[in-house]
């Protein structure tokens, strides 16, 4: 499995493992997980709407997806 970047899509992670990243998501306040426009949006993006690192958010996705270096 490819490891996750801040360039990675939201839709592209959900489809990659969304039982592991949903609850990752939702934890940092997003909870539009299944609306288009979230789909098109990239971790980065993401991150920074909502107040988060996005740094840090990638490492805790690749954690728990498994896909950690």
Known sequence: MAQITKSTLIGDLLQINAEAAAPV??????????CPSSQMETIEEAAAVHGVDADALVNELNAKLGTAE
């Open 25 to 34: 998501l939702l934890s940092i306040g997003m909870h539009c997980l299944g």
